[in-house]
């Protein structure tokens, strides 16, 4: 993968994948809502495709990778998911 940095994502862009984040589950939504907030707009191209992948990941496999409790095969994949769970702070 390459570092090259893309454009300034558009607002539809964000808009569109911020939507997306919204899985309906309380565990993902808070995560994934909180990467894109804070992250998406920093994502060089690579890492923008990465995202939009995971989230086409079924709910229970991209649960089971953000809690630790398998890892994707795609080391890429596996890099920016603990990209996303290390970003992610809890409301205490």
């Known amino acids: 993968m390459s570092a090259e940095r893309r454009a300034e994502p558009t607002s539809a862009e964000l808009a569109r994948l911020r939507w997306r984040c919204r899985r309906g589950m309380h565990e993902l939504d808070g995560v994934l809502e909180s990467f ?42 596996a890099r920016l998911l603990e990209r996303i769970r290390s970003s992610h702070r809890p409301a205490t």
Do not use: K
């Not at 690579?46 to 995971?54: M, W, Y």
């Open 36 to 77: 894109a907030r804070n992250a998406l707009p920093t994502l060089d191209a690579d890492d923008f495709a990465l995202f939009e992948r995971i989230l086409d990941l079924p709910d229970p496999e991209l649960v089971a990778y953000l809690l630790g409790r398998s890892a994707p095969a795609d080391p890429d994949i």
